[in-house]
């Protein structure tokens, strides 16, 4: 991913260092905090300038990188999403890095009068007569233009001055170093985020993106830990009194979640989506990439704050650089996730299947409703995302992520849906089955609906999540309007909750038991059972570990120090780089648990893992914050034959996360 923190530094050089402005603008007046509108209860719709900025497509930014930014190419897109898709939700037009060369007497941004001759304000003014909003961009901490030896005063505070705002050795931070870190323990700090906040209402902003976070970026550590930013820019766009979305960006560490969920209002989980290439995107580089990332952050998601990921290049094939396949894909998966939709496209060089795709109201709806899918499995290139709605019916999502056709089929019962059901692409706006013979990177989004709506549902995706000798915790998608579950093994009651989780215990070692739920209500019948699923536990005193360090790296795979388990992991793999861990050793065949202890500090990485020759990915959780000493865990069943399996981890076709150990 090393290519990807290169690709997005392009921003700062094209000047794109803070937001936009006018030369100096009225700043607005601080309203009562309890004036304040909620903002983002759903994912927003809109446009954004980057795509258009990052790319070398021919004509494209004719005088260097982000030229294409102005304020006539900005009021061209948002006189089209006025005119053709706001009626179907489409309303941010939101300006991105670029539009500041400069900073005023109070250190705060200057836009570029070249390129937006008439100010921020203006823009402002003409995006709203259009019943649109206007969003803007900075990139977080002090920039070391704005400094100006520390002698530029703080406007509304005087006593402060850009000296007061930044630690005594001017310590850098952001994604790209290119801005000093301000010290919140100052008051004076504050001061100036509040200024610029106040700056931007009173040009009249809606939508304010926060660049270069951490950890996160790709960066971490004290330096690079922007949690006190965020804060203070919360507090900032409260005090306005301006309803404002707010969002940081890019590829956040989930570590620091909870920040995130408390004074924002999205983050991007990723990487640019961008190529910085010929085209705005590519499959590979980095549009497949989301499919791992996002899932770590699927259940942070919700109303007043949503995972963002990244523009929606979907709208013209001569400049996307994807299939059709790819791109109705593309938008497949922003659209389950309940990720914004904004457009990154020319809106004036559209084709008519992009708009096609932009405007498909019933896929809109599946964004809108704010229920983000989870991947039943992704043990496979072929893999099915799902989710319940508040009506009873189900958004199911089939996607072939190989380089060859596929067939994908959805198992109904394992989402929880028993009896005879409708199913309709909301794609073609047919009836449609579950199964679908799919093109490379081909997708289908379907609405399947059960024909008794009154029937409680079965538990949905059943799986174990923990085991030991004695005991197997499991867990399921709810059932709405159950009250209660029933967990069998066989035809025998083993236990019964009231939450979507259990564990079971009083289990013999080494024995394998089927498992089924079923849920209960507190007038009517109960469900129908799960679908069975089967676990076989572990010798007595087990689960047992098996130290990566203490198996065979080969191929350049090396052993490195960190802290984990034992001190000590096997990296370095991937390409030719493997590793054979320690021989585990069953009485039983059966399918267990494998926990596998890992290390990433990058985003999501995929390895291979192959049990005695069958092999599978296995993509994993990235920190997206350089941390390559702490380890994670993810837990996946695995069938392992009696007596001796040989279990390896590598993928030669990427790198692969650092493997710290597996427990069985």
Same mark, same amino acid.
């Given at each position: 991913? @090393?290519?990807?923190?290169?690709?997005?530094?392009?921003?700062?050089?094209?000047? !794109?260092?803070? !937001?936009?402005?006018?030369?100096?603008?009225?700043? @607005?007046?601080?309203? %009562?905090?309890? #004036?304040? *509108?909620?903002?983002?209860?759903?994912?927003?719709?809109?446009?954004?300038? /980057?795509?258009?900025?990052? &790319?070398?497509?021919?004509?494209?930014?004719?005088?260097?990188?982000?030229?294409?930014?102005?304020?006539?190419?900005?009021?061209?897109?948002?006189?089209?999403?006025?005119?053709?898709?706001?009626?179907?939700?489409?309303?941010?037009?939101?300006?991105?890095?670029? /539009?500041?060369?400069?900073?005023?007497?109070?250190?705060?941004?200057?836009?570029?009068?070249?390129?937006?001759?008439?100010?921020?304000?203006?823009?402002?003014?003409?995006?709203?007569?259009?019943?649109?909003?206007?969003?803007?961009?900075?990139?977080?901490?002090?920039?070391?233009?704005?400094?100006?030896?520390?002698?530029?005063?703080?406007?509304?505070?005087?006593?402060?001055?850009?000296?007061?705002?930044?630690?005594?050795?001017?310590? *850098?931070?952001?994604?790209?170093?290119?801005?000093?870190?301000?010290?919140?323990?100052?008051?004076?700090?504050?001061?100036?985020?509040?200024?610029?906040? #106040?700056?931007?209402?009173?040009? =009249?902003?809606?939508?304010?993106?926060?660049?270069?976070? =951490?950890?996160?970026?790709?960066?971490?550590? +004290?330096?690079?830990?922007?949690?006190?930013?965020?804060?203070?820019?919360?507090?900032?766009?409260?005090?306005?009194?301006?309803?404002?979305?707010?969002?940081?960006?890019?590829?956040?560490?989930?570590?620091?979640?909870?920040?995130?969920?408390?004074?924002?209002?999205?983050?991007?989980?990723?990487?640019?989506?961008?190529?910085?290439?010929?085209?705005?995107?590519?499959?590979?580089?980095?549009?497949?990439?989301?499919?791992?990332?996002?899932?770590?952050?699927?259940?942070? $998601?919700? +109303?007043?704050?949503?995972?963002?990921?990244?523009?929606?290049?979907?709208?013209?094939?001569?400049?996307?650089?994807?299939?059709?396949?790819?791109?109705?894909?593309?938008?497949?998966?922003?659209?389950?996730? @309940? @990720?914004?939709?904004?457009?990154?496209?020319? !809106?004036? #060089?559209?084709?008519?299947?992009?708009?096609?795709?932009?405007?498909?109201?019933?896929?809109?709806?599946?964004? #809108?409703?704010?229920?983000? $899918?989870?991947?039943?499995?992704?043990?496979?290139?072929?893999?099915?995302?799902?989710?319940?709605?508040?009506?009873?019916?189900?958004?199911?999502?089939?996607?072939?992520?190989?380089?060859?056709?596929?067939?994908?089929?959805?198992?109904? $019962?394992?989402?929880?849906?028993?009896?005879?059901?409708?199913?309709?692409?909301?794609?073609?706006?047919?009836?449609?089955?579950?199964?679908?013979?799919?093109?490379?990177?081909?997708?289908?989004?379907?609405?399947?609906?059960?024909?008794?709506?009154?029937?409680?549902?079965?538990?949905?995706?059943?799986?174990?999540?923990?085991?030991?000798?004695?005991?197997?915790?499991?867990?399921?998608?709810?059932?709405?309007?159950?009250?209660?579950?029933?967990?069998?093994?066989?035809?025998?009651?083993?236990? &019964?909750?009231?939450?979507?989780?259990?564990?079971?215990?009083?289990?013999?070692?080494?024995?394998?038991?089927?498992?089924?739920?079923?849920?209960?209500?507190?007038?009517?019948?109960?469900?129908? +059972?799960?679908?069975?699923?089967?676990?076989?536990? %572990?010798?007595? =005193?087990?689960?047992? $570990?098996?130290?990566?360090?203490?198996?065979?790296?080969?191929?350049?795979? &090396?052993?490195?120090?960190?802290?984990?388990?034992?001190?000590?992991?096997?990296?370095?793999?991937?390409?030719? =780089?493997?590793?054979?861990?320690?021989?585990?050793?069953?009485?039983?065949?059966?399918?267990?648990?494998?926990?596998?202890?890992?290390?990433?500090?990058?985003?999501?990485?995929?390895?291979?893992?192959?049990?005695?020759?069958?092999?599978?990915?296995?993509?994993?959780?990235?920190?997206?914050?350089?941390?390559?000493?702490?380890?994670?865990?993810?837990?996946?069943?695995?069938?392992?034959?009696?007596?001796?399996? &040989?279990?390896?981890?590598?993928?030669?076709?990427?790198?692969?996360?650092?493997?710290?150990?597996?427990?069985?």
């Amino acid at each position: 991913m @090393a290519a990807s923190r290169v690709r997005r530094a392009l921003g700062v050089l094209g000047g !794109l260092t803070v !937001l936009a402005g006018l030369l100096t603008a009225p700043a @607005a007046t601080a309203a %009562p905090e309890a #004036q304040q *509108k909620p903002v983002a209860q759903k994912p927003y719709l809109g446009w954004s300038s /980057w795509s258009l900025e990052s &790319t070398n497509y021919p004509g494209v930014n004719p005088t260097g990188s982000a030229s294409w930014l102005t304020e006539k190419h900005v009021l061209q897109q948002a006189d089209v999403l006025a005119a053709k898709f706001k009626q179907h939700g489409y309303e941010y037009v939101n300006i991105d890095a670029g /539009w500041s060369n400069s900073f005023d007497q109070y250190a705060r941004p200057v836009v570029n009068p070249a390129t937006f001759p008439d100010g921020m304000k203006y823009v402002a003014d003409y995006v709203h007569k259009k019943g649109l909003k206007l969003g803007s961009y900075l990139a977080v901490g002090l920039d070391l233009k704005a400094y100006n030896d520390g002698s530029s005063p703080i406007a509304g505070n005087t006593n402060c001055h850009t000296k007061d705002l930044v630690y005594p050795d001017l310590r *850098k931070t952001n994604g790209w170093d290119s801005a000093y870190k301000i010290d919140f323990t100052n008051p004076c700090a504050q001061s100036y985020v509040d200024s610029v906040a #106040q700056l931007l209402a009173g040009w =009249g902003v809606d939508f304010l993106k926060l660049d270069g976070v =951490g950890p996160g970026s790709f960066k971490g550590g +004290p330096n690079y830990t922007n949690t006190t930013d965020v804060e203070a820019w919360h507090k900032a766009i409260t005090k306005t009194g301006r309803p404002m979305e707010f969002v940081v960006s890019w590829a956040l560490s989930h570590r620091q979640s909870g920040v995130w969920k408390a004074n924002t209002n999205g983050w991007r989980v990723d990487t640019d989506v961008e190529c910085y290439c010929d085209t705005l995107v590519t499959w590979n580089n980095s549009v497949k990439q989301r499919w791992n990332d996002v899932v770590q952050w699927i259940p942070d $998601a919700g +109303p007043g704050h949503w995972n963002n990921l990244d523009s929606l290049d979907v709208g013209s094939g001569k400049m996307d650089g994807l299939t059709e396949a790819e791109r109705q894909s593309y938008m497949t998966l922003w659209a389950i996730e @309940a @990720a914004p939709l904004y457009i990154g496209d020319d !809106l004036t #060089q559209l084709d008519d299947y992009g708009v096609k795709l932009l405007t498909n109201d019933e896929v809109i709806a599946v964004n #809108q409703a704010g229920i983000p $899918a989870k991947p039943v499995s992704q043990t496979s290139d072929q893999q099915v995302w799902s989710n319940r709605n508040a009506d009873g019916s189900y958004t199911v999502a089939l996607f072939n992520l190989a380089a060859t056709p596929a067939r994908v089929t959805a198992d109904l $019962a394992q989402l929880g849906i028993t009896g005879p059901a409708e199913i309709r692409d909301l794609w073609s706006h047919k009836e449609s089955t579950a199964s679908a013979d799919l093109p490379v990177h081909g997708s289908r989004l379907l609405k399947v609906t059960p024909r008794d709506r009154n029937a409680l549902p079965a538990p949905g995706v059943v799986h174990a999540t923990g085991v030991t000798g004695a005991s197997v915790s499991l867990a399921w998608d709810a059932s709405k309007g159950a009250q209660s579950y029933d967990v069998f093994a066989g035809n025998k009651k083993v236990a &019964t909750t009231n939450t979507a989780n259990v564990t079971v215990s009083a289990l013999k070692p080494s024995t394998s038991y089927d498992f089924t739920v079923v849920a209960n209500q507190r007038y009517g019948k109960p469900s129908a +059972p799960s679908k069975k699923i089967s676990v076989t536990t %572990p010798a007595a =005193g087990g689960p047992t $570990a098996y130290e990566a360090e203490n198996g065979t790296p080969q191929g350049g795979a &090396t052993v490195y120090d960190c802290a984990c388990s034992g001190g000590k992991k096997v990296g370095y793999l991937g390409g030719s =780089g493997y590793v054979v861990l320690p021989t585990v050793t069953t009485a039983k065949a059966g399918t267990y648990l494998m926990q596998l202890s890992y290390v990433d500090g990058d985003s999501s990485r995929t390895g291979i893992v192959t049990i005695n020759g069958t092999s599978f990915p296995l993509p994993v959780a990235g920190s997206n914050d350089d941390d390559w000493n702490t380890p994670q865990t993810v837990t996946v069943p695995v069938y392992l034959q009696a007596g001796a399996n &040989t279990i390896q981890i590598g993928n030669q076709a990427g790198y692969v996360y650092d493997v710290d150990k597996i427990t069985v």
